[in-house]
């Protein structure tokens, strides 16, 4: 089952005392997420490069790839043979920060994120003020099931970048599919409208933040 898959499933059934009106809601905004947007987007997708085709240099908002294309083991040893050469030139050079992230997103590409994690860690311990970087580390943690870990990233980027609309964009669905916060993602989705008014994807941000204050309702 892809990622969208398990986290409507792990929502779902995190809402037991919900009315069925409340996990139904939450169950077709998931829905609507994955085939609208692609989920998360990465940190330094642009909103007009998620419209379009995903690409897997970080440009656009990232579809993972279906478990049906490729096995686990296979996806693996595809992702450390494409890794391999970048992870000889940081062992040459350590503070190689454009090779750390090189590195950071093809794990993130091959849904191996622990490894995702360690690498984005590093990029941010070397560009600390880096709301891209804090971005993609959060979003890395929220695939690993750590939604209280993926809002302390996305809250930290933006302090440094406080419009950052992929930011935005994200901690409104962890706060609600993560954390049963519908409230809490509508003000996160207005305050993205509010920074940035020309947002391509504004109709369907509208349209989540209309279904959140319904699921709020009950």
Request: charged share 20%; aromatic share 10%; glycine share 6%.
């Amino acid at each position: 089952m892809d990622k969208a898959g398990t986290k409507v499933q792990s929502a779902t059934r995190s809402s037991e005392n919900w009315s069925d009106s409340q996990a139904y809601a939450l169950a077709v905004f998931c829905l609507l997420l994955g085939v609208t947007l692609g989920y998360l987007f990465r940190g330094s997708a642009s909103p007009e490069a998620s419209a379009a085709s995903p690409s897997s240099d970080g440009s656009a908002a990232q579809s993972q790839p279906t478990q049906a294309q490729v096995s686990p083991e296979q996806q693996k040893a595809m992702v450390d043979h494409a890794v391999a050469p970048l992870l000889a030139t940081l062992k040459a050079n350590p503070d190689d920060f454009d090779t750390m992230i090189k590195v950071a997103n093809l794990y993130y590409d091959g849904q191996q994120y622990p490894e995702a994690v360690q690498y984005y860690r590093l990029a941010a311990k070397s560009q600390p003020e880096n709301a891209d970087v804090l971005t993609d580390l959060g979003t890395s943690l929220w695939y690993m099931g750590d939604a209280d870990g993926a809002i302390a990233e996305f809250q930290q980027a933006l302090k440094y970048q406080p419009d950052h609309p992929g930011t935005l964009f994200n901690l409104g669905v962890v706060r609600w599919q993560g954390k049963m916060d519908p409230r809490g993602a509508v003000q996160a989705w207005e305050e993205l409208l509010r920074r940035n008014p020309n947002y391509p994807q504004k109709q369907q941000v509208q349209e989540f933040i209309e279904k959140a204050r319904q699921h709020a309702k009950g």
